[in-house]
């Protein structure tokens, strides 16, 4: 991800960061701050307002092609805000172009702190017990969203066609697996949980949330943070509350594979809509991988 801000990379300038409705949730115009590291797609900012840091992030106008629902991110936020479980929101766009939350001092969650495990898995259960909203995850029709998005002329097309074609039995098997549907967020990267400096774990970035299989958080989050076997099954067992089976561990391999899955193809729309591509070498590797382990899951 961009380390420092760069002019050139499509980033508003500073006197353009501010949006000409500031006067909605402002009571005096914000100033710039600096350029805040983040994602690939949005440009986020940290200003200020009176005495308060505040983030705005302008929308990628890859919104569309990326899948992402701003109208349900809004609603979301809203209910996260008052649990206490994100940077509580400040002020949505009615046209979803810029979102103003406010600023949370921290340090990214790490794995390897005192009870880092526990808390989490905590963080997990009241994200999952938030009120359901009008907006389900489908794999299916969420991996098929971004293929229209994707170069036909790229040289790891054909690897992800055959990803596409050996991954439906994992999607079938999950969904034979599936107990309802909770709000999950979709997204706990390294970079969207946040410790607090009075200690309380959040989540920031909910772009992706919806209804869905509350295994797909799960998923996500050993594959982002990379844990062990052994955190896995402290993750697994905290979060259910109850001893682990072999189909706790088997669904939680399908939904990880399809996590992968997603997150290739979600590469390879943003190396297709970019104008200068660099190379492709990277997607061409994780759809590799991704074949290899596939006969691991049967």
Same mark, same amino acid.
């Given at each position: 991800?961009?380390? &420092?801000?760069?002019?050139?990379? $499509? !980033?508003?300038?500073?006197?353009?960061?501010? =949006? &000409?409705?500031? #006067?909605?949730?402002?009571? &005096?115009?914000?100033?710039?701050?600096?350029?805040?590291?983040?994602?690939?797609?949005?440009?986020?900012?940290?200003?200020?307002?009176?005495?308060?840091?505040?983030?705005?992030?302008?929308?990628? =106008?890859?919104?569309?092609?990326?899948?992402?629902?701003?109208? +349900?991110? !809004?609603?979301?936020?809203?209910? %996260?805000?008052?649990?206490?479980?994100?940077? =509580?929101?400040?002020?949505?766009?009615?046209?979803?172009?810029?979102?103003? +939350?406010?600023?949370?001092?921290?340090?990214?969650?790490?794995?390897?702190?005192?009870?880092?495990?526990?808390?989490?898995?905590?963080?997990?259960? #009241?994200?999952? %017990?938030? =009120?359901?909203?009008? *907006?389900?995850?489908?794999?299916?029709?969420?991996?098929?969203? /971004?293929?229209? &998005?994707?170069?036909?002329?790229?040289?790891? /097309?054909?690897?992800?066609?055959?990803?596409? *074609?050996?991954?439906?039995?994992?999607?079938?098997?999950?969904?034979?697996?599936?107990?309802?549907?909770?709000?999950?967020?979709?997204?706990?990267?390294?970079?969207?949980?946040?410790?607090?400096?009075?200690?309380?774990?959040?989540?920031?970035?909910?772009?992706? %949330?919806?209804? $869905?299989?509350?295994?797909?958080?799960?998923?996500?989050?050993?594959?982002?943070?990379?844990?062990?076997?052994?955190?896995?099954?402290?993750?697994?067992?905290?979060?259910?509350?109850?001893?682990?089976?072999?189909?706790?561990?088997?669904?939680?391999?399908?939904? #990880?594979?399809? /996590?992968?899955?997603?997150?290739?193809?979600?590469? %390879?729309?943003?190396?297709?809509?970019?104008?200068?591509?660099?190379?492709?070498?990277?997607?061409?590797?994780?759809?590799?991988?991704?074949?290899?382990?596939?006969?691991?899951?049967?």
């Amino acid at each position: 991800m961009p380390s &420092s801000w760069d002019p050139t990379d $499509g !980033a508003l300038s500073p006197s353009a960061v501010i =949006p &000409s409705d500031w #006067r909605l949730w402002s009571e &005096s115009r914000p100033l710039f701050v600096r350029p805040m590291t983040g994602g690939l797609t949005n440009r986020t900012y940290l200003i200020s307002s009176g005495e308060a840091l505040l983030v705005l992030r302008h929308n990628s =106008p890859l919104s569309q092609s990326l899948d992402l629902d701003r109208a +349900t991110e !809004a609603q979301v936020l809203d209910r %996260a805000t008052h649990a206490g479980l994100c940077a =509580p929101l400040v002020y949505c766009d009615p046209q979803h172009e810029y979102l103003v +939350t406010r600023f949370i001092q921290g340090q990214p969650w790490h794995k390897q702190r005192p009870g880092a495990i526990e808390r989490l898995a905590r963080l997990l259960n #009241r994200i999952h %017990a938030l =009120p359901p909203v009008n *907006s389900q995850l489908g794999i299916e029709q969420k991996a098929e969203n /971004y293929w229209p &998005s994707i170069s036909t002329q790229a040289d790891f /097309y054909s690897l992800l066609a055959r990803l596409r *074609s050996a991954l439906s039995s994992s999607i079938r098997t999950v969904e034979d697996y599936r107990e309802g549907s909770c709000l999950c967020h979709n997204d706990l990267t390294k970079e969207n949980l946040i410790e607090s400096t009075d200690e309380k774990l959040i989540a920031i970035d909910w772009e992706y %949330a919806s209804m $869905g299989d509350h295994y797909y958080d799960l998923a996500a989050l050993v594959e982002e943070h990379q844990l062990s076997l052994a955190q896995q099954q402290q993750l697994l067992s905290s979060y259910l509350q109850r001893p682990l089976n072999r189909n706790d561990w088997r669904r939680l391999l399908h939904w #990880r594979l399809i /996590y992968k899955y997603l997150c290739v193809l979600w590469h %390879a729309v943003q190396w297709s809509t970019k104008k200068d591509r660099t190379d492709s070498g990277a997607i061409n590797t994780q759809c590799q991988t991704l074949l290899q382990l596939i006969p691991l899951s049967h």
